[in-house]
């Protein structure tokens, strides 16, 4: 069975600090997907990045990044010079072949004060 | 950008009343879904959708739901003789291929309160 774990329920950063959002996922499947996924206070789901059980390259989107480490299991989730716009709950998730679901994290609520 | 519309924003209805939630998915997506969300809680998988057909569901998705594509556009969500724990968001997604290599492209969500 498929299960995330994301161990942070809730993190407050103050402006311009640096926050990494953790997510440890479990698969016996050997291709799978990740996602992450923020959920903003307005409650809509919008989509952040894809990366494939294959690509182990770490991704930088603006401030984000990503670093993905098979080894552990994880897909964790950098926010650099957080702002307060990046309030919100994160999700992380997982898709694996065959399936035709995403399984969700618990989400980590992250506050981003001024 | 296309997106996949949910209406309505917001559902009050009574215990035990039927509620149909409805979604117009991304008009070249082939496979469509239906999450639910408890309030505070993890986003949960209710049932995917493809070729006219249910292809998975979860436990949640009891004799209680049903899903429907009635046109070409719509994709329905029927919850009949609704319970108090029924009340939650419901998201609609869509994805132009299936899983697991494809990004769900989810509605806004509508909120159900069964009173």
């Known amino acids: 069975a498929q299960k995330v774990t994301q161990a942070q329920t809730e993190i407050s950063v103050v402006e311009k600090e640096d926050v990494t959002l953790d997510c440890v996922y479990e698969?016996?499947?050997?291709?799978?997907?990740l996602f992450w996924y923020k959920q903003p206070p307005s409650g809509e789901l919008v989509f952040l990045i894809r990366?494939?059980?294959?690509?182990?390259q770490n991704e930088i989107s603006g401030r984000y990044s990503w670093n993905f480490q098979k080894s552990t299991s994880s897909f964790n989730f950098t926010i650099t010079a957080s702002q307060v716009v990046d309030s919100a709950v994160y999700f992380c998730?997982?898709?694996?072949?065959?399936?035709?679901?995403?399984?969700f994290g618990p989400g980590t609520r992250l506050s981003v004060l001024p | 950008e296309p997106e996949v519309t949910q209406t309505p924003s917001h559902q009050v209805t009574q215990m035990g009343q039927e509620v149909i939630l409805r979604c117009v998915p991304i008009?070249?997506?082939?496979?469509f879904y239906w999450y639910r969300q408890i309030l505070g809680q993890k986003v949960e998988f209710l049932v995917s959708?493809?070729?006219?057909?249910?292809?998975?569901k979860s436990e949640i998705f009891d004799d209680q739901f049903s899903v429907e594509r009635p046109d070409g556009s719509n994709f329905t969500l029927k919850i009949r003789s609704t319970k108090l724990e029924d009340s939650a968001m419901y998201f609609c997604?869509?994805?132009?291929?299936?899983?697991?290599?494809?990004?769900?492209?989810f509605g806004d969500g509508t909120r159900l309160s069964i009173l």
């Open positions: 008009s070249n997506h082939l496979y």
């Open positions: 698969t016996r499947d050997t291709t799978y997907y």
């Open positions: 990366r494939n059980s294959f690509d182990e």
């Open positions: 959708f493809y070729n006219n057909e249910i292809s998975e």
């Open positions: 997604a869509s994805s132009l291929t299936g899983p697991p290599n494809q990004p769900q492209h």
């Open positions: 998730a997982l898709s694996v072949n065959y399936g035709q679901n995403f399984v």
